[in-house]
């Protein structure tokens, strides 16, 4: 049972509008949602994350928004960079468990057009 | 610098050859973990760590073993690889602080196993 799910394998925007990538989970233990950012032959780096007593976290260009009800996050990016284009993983956690464990989406790649 | 590093980053073996992958962290991280990423299948936890001496089981442990000795390294131990342990393997460390969970990857090492 998959319970971090991006549905969208790939994504394609023109450089300078906005990239929306989405992520759902089912888990309703989970209260702590971050976002990594993966290029080809390097480990994931961390972007941002959000806690679930907020529904938005903004760093820069980098926007989360959490809506707990509908158990669904979206990371904003305005406006997008040609340097953007990576795959992003949505993870989520339970900051009041026993260990730190991620639980990841299978990602999505985001392709920014010049 | 905080870091995460893993040797080898490449590797080429045989069915039942055994081999290590070692992990080291520099942030004095309690928690530690291995992933394994394979294509359509997103990060998968392996094992974690929470503390020396403390491992336990991720989502696919199976083939796999781990130690804690010391803080700052987590090696990944395949005692007899098989193929369907090629993949790409990623270890991380963490801590929970003032503003929110922090998590550090090393770079990969990617696995062949013929």
């Known amino acids: 049972d998959q319970q971090v799910k991006q549905n969208s394998p790939s994504l394609s925007v023109q450089e300078g509008r906005i990239s929306i990538l989405n992520c759902d989970y089912t888990?309703?233990?989970?209260?702590?949602f971050l976002w990594y950012k993966k290029y080809p032959a390097e480990g994931p780096t961390f972007l941002i994350s959000?806690?679930?007593?907020?529904d938005k976290n903004e760093d820069g260009r980098f926007t989360v928004f959490l809506n707990k009800s509908a158990k669904h996050l979206s990371l904003h990016i305005v406006p997008s960079q040609p340097g953007d284009s990576a795959v992003y993983f949505c993870?989520?956690?339970?900051?009041?468990?026993?260990?730190?464990?991620?639980?990841f989406g299978k990602g999505t790649l985001l392709t920014v057009n010049p | 610098e905080a870091q995460v590093t893993q040797n080898p980053r490449y590797l080429i073996t045989v069915t039942g050859k055994k081999l290590t992958v070692t992990c080291s962290q520099n942030?004095?991280?309690?928690?530690m973990s291995w992933y394994r990423q394979d294509p359509g299948l997103g990060l998968r936890q392996i094992y974690y760590?929470?503390?020396?001496?403390?491992?336990d089981k991720g989502d696919v442990p199976e083939g796999y073993k781990v130690s804690r000795k010391e803080k700052r390294n987590f090696p990944l131990i395949l005692e007899s690889p098989s193929p369907n342990q090629t993949s790409l393997y990623f270890c991380?460390?963490?801590?929970?602080?003032?503003?929110?969970?922090?998590?550090?990857f090393g770079p990969g090492t990617r696995l062949l196993v013929l």
């Open positions: 991380a460390s963490s801590s929970w602080g003032l503003a929110g969970m922090t998590q550090y």
């Open positions: 888990n309703s233990m989970f209260d702590y």
């Open positions: 959000i806690s679930s007593i907020k």
């Open positions: 993870a989520a956690t339970n900051s009041g468990g026993s260990n730190y464990k991620l639980t």
């Open positions: 942030m004095n991280h309690e928690y």
């Open positions: 760590s929470m503390n020396v001496e403390v491992t």
